[in-house]
Nanobody, 120 residues
Framework: QVQLVESGGGLVQAGGSLRLSCAAS????????MAWYRQAPGKQREVVAT???????NYADAVKGRFTISRNNAKNNLYLQITSLKPEDTAVYYC??????????????WGQGTLVTVSS
C-alpha cells in the first residue's frame, strides 16, 4: 500500500518559518502531480499549492509569496517551505499524490496530516 507521511508541523509564532515534508513509499509506478492541502478548524479542506512532475507550480492566493512547494522525484518526497506565518495559516496540512499507485491508474493517496499552529 502506498503511504504518505507528513512531518515538520509544530507551534510557531507569527512571522516565523517552517518546512513541511512528505515521504511517499510503497508500490509506486509513477507520481504525476503532488499537492499540499490544509484544513483549518471549522472550515473545508483547501488546496494550498500543487506541483507537477516537471516542476510547474500553482499557489492559492492566500499563500503566494510566502510558501514554496518543491519535490524530489527520485526520493518521492514533497516539501513546503513556509515563511512569514500568519495566525490564519493554522491548520492541519495534508500531502496528496496522484499517479499510477498500487497498480491503479490516476489513483490518489492522502497522508494523515501534520498540524501547524501559529500564535499571534
Amino acid at each position: 500500500q502506498v503511504q504518505l507521511v507528513e512531518s515538520g508541523g509544530g507551534l510557531v509564532q507569527a512571522g516565523g518559518s517552517l518546512r513541511l515534508s512528505c515521504a511517499a513509499s510503497g508500490t509506486i509506478f509513477s507520481i504525476n502531480a503532488m499537492a499540499w492541502y490544509r484544513q483549518a478548524p471549522g472550515k473545508q479542506r483547501e488546496v494550498v499549492a500543487t506541483i507537477t512532475r516537471a516542476g510547474f507550480t500553482n499557489y492559492a492566493d492566500a499563500v503566494k509569496g510566502r510558501f514554496t512547494i518543491s519535490r524530489n522525484n527520485a526520493k518521492n518526497n514533497l516539501y513546503l517551505q513556509i515563511t512569514s506565518l500568519k495566525p490564519e495559516d493554522t491548520a492541519v496540512y495534508y500531502c496528496n499524490a496522484e499517479g499510477v499507485l498500487d497498480g491503479l491508474l490516476n489513483h490518489e493517496v492522502w497522508g494523515q496530516g501534520t498540524l501547524v499552529t501559529v500564535s499571534s
